[in-house]
């Protein structure tokens, strides 16, 4: 699976936030054959065995346990809380995520293209202080890049090992 960096979308519910002065923002891009709903999108990406690693990390630092169920409630539309978000924004194609207290933002949509392949995106934004970021958050852009595409590459994985109808979610199927 091919994980490109792209311009985030000016439509993008991430957008106004990318653009304040200082922020960081980021979008990466994964092109996968077939329809693709948001809902079996975010249940695959916070369902990946590299986010479960995040998700362990998270459960002991917030010393609860972060389930299947929390991610699916996520997905479905039936939850605004998962971890450490909450969801500032969703439609059908797309949704935010705003850490609670913090200072990060993450997005995921899914474009289909209408010739058969739907485009899965991921950004990410980290709100500036003062103006700009401290200099240990910059430190650690490179490995959130990285960190950010292994992510979206393992959900296109996950996604694309599903096709015997898991790819369009809540039951419907492609």
């Known amino acids: 699976m091919r994980v490109t960096p792209v311009p985030l979308p000016d439509w993008s519910s991430l957008a106004p936030a990318a653009a304040a002065p200082g922020a960081y923002a980021d979008c990466f891009a994964c092109d996968l054959p077939g329809q693709v709903a948001l809902v079996a999108y975010v249940a695959a990406f916070y369902d990946t065995p590299l986010f479960r690693l995040e998700r362990a990390v998270l459960q002991l630092l917030l010393r609860r346990r972060i389930g299947v169920a929390e991610t699916s409630a996520l997905a ?46 991921f950004g990410s934004q980290v709100a500036a202080r003062r103006g700009h970021l401290p200099p240990v958050l910059r430190l650690c852009l490179p490995v959130h890049r990285l960190y950010a595409r292994a992510l979206l590459r393992a ?20």
């Open 76 to 121: 479905e539309g039936r939850s605004d809380r998962f971890a450490v978000w909450r969801v500032a924004q969703r439609d059908d194609r797309q949704i935010l995520l705003r850490q609670t207290g913090g200072h990060t933002m993450s997005w995921l949509a899914v474009v289909p293209d209408g010739a058969g392949t739907t485009r899965l995106l």
């Open 155 to 174: 959900a296109a994985r996950r996604l694309a090992a599903r096709r015997g109808g898991a790819l369009c979610g809540g039951g419907q199927k492609c």
